[in-house]
């Protein structure tokens, strides 16, 4: 596996990960910390973590079964490095039951939803139902992702100011996205990257 490599259905070692109690694991000079993709199916999970990871969009949909792991790093402005280890998970009504184990340890989570598609971002609010307990009890810090912005007006369902200000409401980094461009992609790892280093700092 090299830098960035994908595995499905495995677990990064558990040495590499942090203890769950709110501190990053520090591998030698590089900290580590997970993060966790939740949202409606096809909405672009898997597309977002490839073009962050990989640099590369294939436009297939793939079903991701379970999960998948991947890794990257991202340089803090501080000039230090942490190293993401996403897990994207599937969709799908059945992964529902299955996600409080991919959430368990997690540092963020991303919540993913497709500007096109009213009712995937309807169903933040049940995600973020879901992660309530963790999130107070934890500090896990949330992300929105508007994906596909790349997509003519015309098909727009979800405005950029409605999302604006729900997540403001729920305290969540936002940013709108395409992983079709690469739009936005850096900008909200970056951002998510400070934001869980200042939160495990405290
Ligand atoms: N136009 C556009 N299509 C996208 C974008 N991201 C994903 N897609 C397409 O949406 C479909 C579902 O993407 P996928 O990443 O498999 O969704 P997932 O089920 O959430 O992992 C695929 O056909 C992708 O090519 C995007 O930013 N723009
Ligand atoms: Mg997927």
Redesign the pocket.
Known sequence: MGACGSKQDASPKKSGLNTGKGKLQDSGSTAECKVV?L??????????S?RFCKNI????????IGGAYIQQKVQLKNGSFLKLHLW?T??EERFRAMAPLYYRDANAAVL?Y?VSNKQTFDSIRYWLNELDTKVKQDGLVLALAG?????PESKRQVTLINAKSFAENNKMIFAE?????GDGITVLFQSLAEEITKKVSK
């Not at 969009?57 to 991701?64: D, L, N, P, Q």
């Open positions: 993709f949202g409606d199916s096809a909405v672009g999970k898997s597309s977002i490839q969009f294939t436009g297939e949909h793939e079903v991701t994207d599937g969709g993913v497709d994906n596909k912005c790349d997509l996205t395409s992983a079709k461009t």
